[in-house]
């Protein structure tokens, strides 16, 4: 029969085999996690790795900075409202800054002291006391608002020009809110 003409059908059938496993190529990659949407779109853009370009200049983990994905903050996670992404990883400046609240006794005791502290003053806030916000979140609020004063305070004198600005941008760059939530757990 294949001889005779009547092939056309296997022709029809390839390109809808095709256009299937397009199809669900697309719903494969819109279903991912924002991560790997960004290391498909940096594989289109440039397929064979050659252009290395970081994401900003100076930046410890170098990154592909080729294109966006559009509306990135707006785009579904799925799993419900759960993000199938890890949470962040800590700056090495967070880190360093937790190190040392673990480590240092004298510094682990004032800041469990300030906790402390910052859990009465929530309490007594009018602001919780009308339930316009929760106690825990209060508490967090002033104890980082504190963490990153009395820290910032302790940049030394001697340290100017560039020493300075180096550490006052690592100290910009601590995610003070997650360290309060640490101090407060552990409390």
Same mark, same amino acid.
């Given at each position: 029969?294949?001889? +005779?003409?009547?092939? !056309?059908?296997?022709?029809?059938? !390839? ?20 991560q790997v949407?960004? !290391? ?26 080729? #294109?966006?994905?559009?509306? !990135? ?6 799993? #419900? @409202? ?7 990883e800590p ?27 910052? @859990? ?37 004198? +001697?340290? @100017? ?27």
């Amino acid at each position: 029969m294949a001889g +005779k003409g009547g092939g !056309a059908w296997k022709v029809a059938y !390839a390109d809808f085999v095709t256009a299937m496993m397009a199809f669900f190529l697309v719903m494969w990659i819109t279903a991912q996690d924002q991560q790997v949407k960004q !290391a498909v779109s940096y594989y289109f853009v440039d397929p064979m790795g050659s252009s290395k370009k970081s994401s900003k200049n100076g930046s410890v983990a170098q990154h592909l900075q080729n #294109g966006t994905v559009p509306q !990135a903050e707006s785009v579904s996670q799925g799993k #419900g @409202r759960k993000s199938h992404t890890n949470p962040e990883e800590p700056s090495p400046s967070t880190k360093a800054v937790h190190e040392w609240l673990v480590e240092d006794k004298s510094a682990s005791e004032y800041w469990q002291n300030q906790a402390n502290q910052a @859990r009465d003053a929530a309490a007594r806030s009018p602001e919780v006391k009308s339930k316009a916000i929760d106690e825990r979140d209060e508490a967090v609020r002033r104890l980082s608002k504190q963490m990153q004063s009395e820290l910032k305070e302790g940049v030394p004198v +001697k340290a @100017r020009g560039i020493y300075q600005d180096l550490l006052v941008n690592s100290l910009n760059d601590v995610n003070w809110t997650q360290l309060a939530e640490d101090i407060l757990k552990t409390n």
